[in-house]
């Protein structure tokens, strides 16, 4: 219960949830054209391979940042990329011959008591499988659902139009229902209970996720126009901004020539960061510490499914460092990538004499574009040796749950070579932040208003579906602590066993979302 001596939950709130969903029809086409809702769109606006645009160098000013960046520190981040490379000839072959046992498994009744082996192998991999978070029923009836409101609703956008394979839907009862499903929100919390903050008085629960509604896939058998290359997502030229990841000075290690002090499992670095600076559509500005899906199918490896680099901190210092260095040899003077995919194979171009720090740098920050995500390639990444170092995950049943920390490198199979279809609904685990929360509070519109949700593309959404859920029925559908995480109920911040920075962000969120004044 909340503490009689707080100030009362504002009237306004509910009121508005109340009646605000009646009018969304009506209002849809008017709040579509605002200016803060991102254009429409689908999944291949948020990157560039997917959009048809090609490769870039940028503007001299992303020249005049990366110089910034590294000043007085450039012969120790020359030590420093000799050392990692060095390191990436030594574990790649190992990932490579372990495959996809190289991603830690664990099932969903093992969690309260994770075996060791695992608890280190997530912690060094980034990746994580857990079995059986939803009964298989349950997981194929959902689908089965799917289908039938995506059936009542043709107007659906999709991509690609042509052949529909991920659908811009946000707001249907599947994934409320999925999204609130009790355990998964343990496995939220489980899997982000990994995080630590430096700065133990940090605002920032893992143990209150804020629910992200994100997009559901329905890729069918021979599929090859959802063919999205290794990328990372939560940003692209935001990584070397000061502007965006340097408020946080997240990856300043890296900068200094020390990445083997980096830590990717600090949270409380990341509180700062604005990870979308241009606006992209499908660009991610809330903090989600680990992307991630469940499965509605049986698929395996070459069956339409999700490939990891499993090499989370040596493969994130090596896509931030590689814009400051490039070969001698192998390339075309002025060149960034070698012409033919065998010489960047090559033991002479992958050599560490090969490679030199940019004396002058350049304005090529490999992969990055702005407004768009992070994508890697062989051609512009090639000690990474994606085309063997990208494992696929395990044959996943219905029910279970795919993870992946935010800053690994992750890809789909580029062509669906199974029988049946390839299907998940995208669920991140995101903690309870005060920018989550302010997140919260928009996406929370989205839901009244049936609109898409904030980070994705405009238009009228959902506005007009037949069967989407509306705010007044998602109390019925789901539990008090799954309407908290989607910003419908007010958190209980004089909950016993909380923590100082819990405590403080609790409070935060509570008014952010309008629940005191």
């Known amino acids: 219960m909340l503490s009689a001596i707080r100030a009362p939950v504002s009237k306004h709130v509910f009121t508005q949830l109340r009646t605000a969903s009646t009018q969304a029809q009506a209002q849809a086409q008017a709040r579509a054209q605002k200016q803060k809702q991102k254009r429409a ?9 997917l959009s048809g645009q090609t490769f870039a160098p940028l503007g001299p000013e992303y020249a005049d940042l990366k110089a910034r960046l590294i000043r007085r520190h450039e012969g120790k981040v020359r030590s420093s990329w000799e050392r990692l490379l060095k390191e990436l000839r030594e574990e790649i072959p190992l990932v490579i011959q372990l495959g996809s046992k190289a991603i830690p498994e664990i099932d969903f009744s093992d969690i309260d008591n994770a075996p060791d082996k695992f608890n280190s192998e997530l912690r060094s991999r980034g990746v994580a499988v857990v079995r059986r978070v939803v009964p298989e029923q349950e997981a194929l009836q ?25 659908f811009e839907l946000y707001w249907s009862r599947v994934q409320l229902l999925a999204r609130g499903h009790a355990n998964l929100l343990k496995t939220h919390r489980f899997l982000m209970s990994f995080w630590h903050s430096a700065n133990p008085s940090a605002p920032i629960s893992t143990q209150h996720p804020i629910s992200y509604a994100d997009r559901l896939r329905m890729r069918l058998p021979g599929d090859a126009k959802f063919a999205l290359g290794p990328h990372v997502d939560g940003g692209s030229v935001e990584r070397w901004d000061e502007r965006g990841y340097g408020l946080g000075k997240v990856y300043d290690h890296v900068w200094s020539g020390q990445w083997e002090k980096f830590d990717p499992w600090e949270a409380s670095c990341r509180l700062a960061v604005k990870s979308d600076l241009h606006q992209g559509v499908g660009s991610c500005s809330a903090f989600r510490m680990f992307q991630g899906w469940l499965s509605l199918s049986t698929t395996g490896p070459f069956e339409g499914t999700l490939l990891v680099n499993p090499l989370l901190k040596k493969a994130t210092a090596y896509y931030l460092l590689r814009p400051f260095f490039s070969p001698k040899r192998g390339v075309e003077a002025g060149a960034q990538t070698t012409t033919t995919e065998a010489i960047s194979n090559s033991a002479d171009f ?7 720090m940019d004396l002058e740098p350049s304005s090529w920050l490999q992969g990055a574009t702005p407004g768009h995500g992070q994508e890697l390639s062989h051609l512009l990444h090639p000690h990474l040796k994606l085309q063997q170092s990208m494992i696929h995950t395990p044959v996943v049943n219905p029910g279970d749950y795919v993870a992946w920390h935010c800053d690994t490198i992750h890809a789909v199979d580029k062509t669906h070579g199974g ?3 390839s299907s998940v609904l995208y669920i991140p685990a995101c903690p309870l932040t005060e920018d989550n929360a302010r997140y919260l509070a928009g996406q929370r519109e989205n839901l009244i208003h049936g609109t898409p949700s904030p980070d994705f593309g405009g238009g009228v959404g959902e ?8 705010v007044e029925d998602v109390e019925a559908l ?12 007010p958190w209980d911040s004089d909950a016993e066993g909380l923590t100082t920075g819990e405590r403080e962000v609790l409070n935060r969120a509570n008014k952010v979302l309008g629940f005191y004044d």
Request: proline share 6%.
């Open 350 to 356: 992958l050599a560490s004499d090969n490679w030199d």
């Open 419 to 421: 029988k049946s279809d």
């Open 41 to 49: 769109g689908d999944i291949s606006d948020a990157f560039v391979s």
């Open 463 to 470: 506005s007009e579906h037949k069967g989407r859920i509306r």
């Open 142 to 166: 959902w689908k089965e659902q799917l289908r039938e409101y995506i059936r009542l609703n043709p107007q659906t956008k999709a991509f690609p139009p042509e052949n529909p394979q991920v």
């Open 478 to 489: 789901v539990s008090d602590e799954a309407s908290r995480a989607m910003g419908l109920k």
